[in-house]
Every structure is written in structure tokens, then in C-alpha cells.
């Protein structure tokens, strides 16, 4: 890398090792593939309970703002989080024990859920499991940077992520299943099977913990450089810098796409009936998850043959243009399930080009193992600012009109994909 943040001797040996190693015994090694069974578990502990927490809300007759003071406390809680876990990583001898404090943290959070009978425990668990999520992302991306060759990176970052997805694909499900079954079977109680689930949600939590525990290592050899946060920040090189700039553009525009759910539920109502359309809507949303499950890895791989920032630049690119479907719908009415469908399917190949592939790209930017895990922490603070500004702007456009939200997503999106792609 021509702009500084090199490798020491000391670390660039120990990446040829691990380049190495790799080549001798391929990509997906013990800790690629405890990684992903880790994410899968992970996901499907938190998704689980996340998918019925607004039913649980009801039953114990809170207002629909508490879920939103709830996640906005929690999103903020997390992406603050990981900056400093992320840098703390890069000074600590082994990164693994943050990381599986970060997984433990997300398994408790639901057992608060479990015995809560007001907004306090709600709130705390939320806080507890998002501050779980961002004490150990930036240092497993880094552990899991460290673990393969720069050559695979984007198949063990597509493979890791497919994982994750899938996770998020099968616990809504498990729980909607599960709440099916018991619903009616605790009497007067309409909270007890919520609880029930809740408990049941800690099998795959307490499974993730134990995978990555048994199944993941951690290369040896990395120095140990101890630095300010913000000498860290300005040891990054100049592209990775360039790199976040375009990252955060884009992630201006990217918002939650439950917004997306609401519009298809709103432009399929008059059809359908407002019941019927939110089940469509719902299950136009799983194909959208399925889409990304089925995407990050071919994505991950294509990128270790072809380069990976022009490839992200067109991830970005489609999501603007998917923008431009979904305004084009929202503002003509002329919305049908096919159509929304294909939508929500290149919604999903969209984020499966930017989860897989911008974390890859963080660690060809910055090859000092050193100051990789502040890297990772620094992209998820920039991506969880942009989730912020995102779903702001758009939420408050959608007072005048969803497609103007939808608008302003392409145009930052498309600006995104311009500034992400600069080389110098």
C-alpha cells in the first residue's frame, strides 16, 4: 500500500505465514468455518427474540414508542461500542476472549427479556445485547482477517456473512413457530409463551459461545502496539480514509429496510386487504434475507478474482437503482407482488455485495495487523452513523411522500458509489 500503515517485519511475516497455511490447506480452515457456525447460532439467538419483541411490547401494554427510544439507545450503545472495542483489541495479546465477552453479553440480554414485566428490563436487555454486538465485531472481522490469505478474503468474509443470514432467516421463523404452538396453551397469560421463547432463544446463544470458543484460533505472532485512539485514526492510510468517506455517503442513504416492508404492506392494501398485504410483505422481506444468504459467498469469491472496490462501487450502484425502483412504485401506485418481489431481491443482492465485501476491503486497505481492529471498529462507527442520518432523513421525508424518500436514498447512494470508488 503506497500510502503508509504497512506492516512491521514482525506481522508481515506473520501474514505470509497465514498465507502459507492457508494455501496448503485451503480457505475454509477450522476457524472460517467455526466463525460462521458462531454467526449462524448468533443470529438466530437474536433473531428469534427481535422478530416478537414489538408482540411482547403489546401484551404487557407498552406504547409502541418505547421500542423506538429502545433501538435508538441500543444502535448508538453499539456503534460507540465498537470503536472502542476495536481499539482496544489491537492492544490486547489475544482478541478472542473480547469476543466471546461480546457473544456472552447478547446471550444474557435475553434472559432479561424473559422475566421483564415493564420498559426497564426491556431497555436493559436491548442495551446489554447491542453493546454484545459491538464489543466483538471489530475484533472477530480482525481475527477472522488474520485467519486466510489476502487472496480469500472475500470468500471467507462472503462465507462468514452467508452464515449470519441465514441465522437472520431462520429465527424469525423458529419464533413465529414456536409462539404458533404455545400461544394458546398458558391460559389467561398472553405473555407466558413470549417468555418461553425468550429462554428457548439461549440454546443457539449458549451454542454460539461454545463454537467459537472450541472451534476458533487466533494466529500467533501479532506485535502488540499500544496507541491513543486517535494516533491510530491517524496512522490509517490515505485510501482506507477515501474508503470511509464513500462508505459513509452511501451509508447516508441506506436505511432500515423494515421501511421497506411498511411501503409494500401500504401499495399492496388496497388489493389485498391491509391483513393480507403485511403477510405478503412479510414474506416478500424472507426472500429479500434469502436473496442475501444466497448471494455473500458466489460475491465473496467473485471478489478474490476480480478486485473488490469495483465490485462494491456496483453493489452501491444497485442500490441506487433499486431506490429508483421503489420510488418509481411508490409514486405511480402501480405496485404488484411480482414486481415487489423482484425488488426486494436485488435489495438483498445489494447487501450481500456490502457485508461481505466491506469488510474484506478493510483489510486489504489496512494491512498493519496492528491497527486492524481499530479499522473494524472505526467502520462500524461510520456505518452506524449513516444507519442514523439514513433512516432520519428518509423517515422524515416519508411525511411528504415515500417516494421522495426513496429519492434522496438513490441520489446519496449513487454519490456513495463515486466517492467509494476513488483511487487517489
Known amino acids: 500500500m503506497a500510502d503508509g500503515g504497512g506492516d512491521s517485519p514482525v506481522a508481515a ?95 444474557v440480554s435475553q434472559a432479561f427479556f424473559a422475566i421483564a414485566s415493564g420498559w426497564p428490563l426491556i431497555v436493559l436487555g436491548r442495551v446489554v445485547g447491542w453493546l454484545g454486538r459491538g464489543i466483538r465485531r471489530p475484533a472477530r472481522d480482525a481475527m477472522l482477517a488474520e485467519s486466510i490469505a489476502a487472496a480469500d478474503r472475500g470468500k471467507a468474509f462472503g462465507f462468514h456473512r452467508a452464515g449470519d443470514s441465514l441465522g437472520a432467516v431462520l429465527g424469525p421463523l423458529i419464533g413465529a ?53 486517535i494516533e491510530s485514526v491517524r496512522k490509517f492510510p490515505i485510501p ?33 386487504g391491509v391483513v393480507a398485504a403485511a403477510q405478503i410483505a412479510a414474506v416478500i422481506y ?64 445489494y447487501i450481500a455485495v456490502e457485508e461481505a465485501l466491506e469488510a474484506a476491503l478493510t483489510a486489504d486497505l489496512v494491512p498493519d495487523r496492528t491497527n486492524r481492529g481499530t479499522a473494524y471498529g472505526v467502520l462500524g462507527t461510520v456505518n452506524g452513523v449513516g444507519d442514523l442520518v439514513s433512516s432520519s432523513v428518509v423517515g422524515a421525508l416519508w411525511a411528504i411522500g415515500p417516494a421522495w424518500g426513496f429519492v434522496y436514498a438513490a441520489a446519496t447512494m449513487t454519490a456513495g458509489a463515486a466517492v467509494s470508488h476513488l483511487r487517489r
Open 286 to 349: 424472507a426472500l429479500r434475507n434469502a436473496v442475501h444468504t444466497a448471494a455473500s459467498f458466489p460475491v465473496g469469491a467473485l471478489s478474490d478474482r476480480i478486485g473488490r472496490r469495483g465490485l462494491l462501487a456496483g453493489g452501491y450502484l444497485l442500490g441506487a437503482g433499486t431506490m429508483v425502483g421503489f420510488a418509481l412504485t411508490a409514486a405511480t401506485g402501480a405496485a404488484s407482488v411480482p414486481l415487489l418481489a423482484v425488488l426486494f431481491a436485488l435489495a438483498g443482492a
Open 13 to 107: 511475516a506473520g501474514a505470509a505465514g497465514v498465507g502459507a497455511r492457508t494455501a496448503r490447506r485451503g480457505w475454509l480452515n477450522r476457524t472460517v468455518l467455526g466463525m460462521g457456525l458462531t454467526s449462524l447460532f448468533a443470529d438466530m439467538n437474536y433473531e428469534m427474540s427481535t422478530a416478537i419483541l414489538p408482540g411482547f411490547l403489546a401484551t404487557l401494554g407498552l406504547p409502541a414508542a418505547v421500542l423506538g427510544v429502545t433501538e435508538g439507545i441500543a444502535d448508538a450503545v453499539s456503534s460507540f461500542s465498537k470503536l472502542g472495542a476495536g481499539w482496544l483489541s489491537d492492544g490486547l495479546r489475544r482478541r478472542k476472549p473480547l469476543v466471546l465477552l461480546g457473544y456472552g453479553l447478547t446471550v
Open 177 to 229: 413457530g414456536v409462539i404458533a404452538l404455545l400461544g394458546r396453551g398458558f391460559g389467561a397469560d398472553d405473555t407466558a409463551a413470549f417468555r418461553v421463547l425468550f429462554l428457548l432463544s439461549l440454546v443457539p446463544g449458549f451454542a454460539a459461545v461454545l463454537a467459537f470458543g472450541f472451534m476458533v484460533g487466533e494466529v500467533p505472532g501479532r506485535p502488540i502496539v499500544r496507541r491513543h485512539l
Open 240 to 272: 482506507f480514509r477515501r474508503y470511509l468517506a464513500g462508505v459513509g455517503v452511501f451509508g447516508a442513504g441506506d436505511f432500515a429496510h423494515a421501511l421497506l416492508v411498511l411501503v409494500a404492506a401500504q401499495l399492496l392494501s388496497a388489493a389485498h
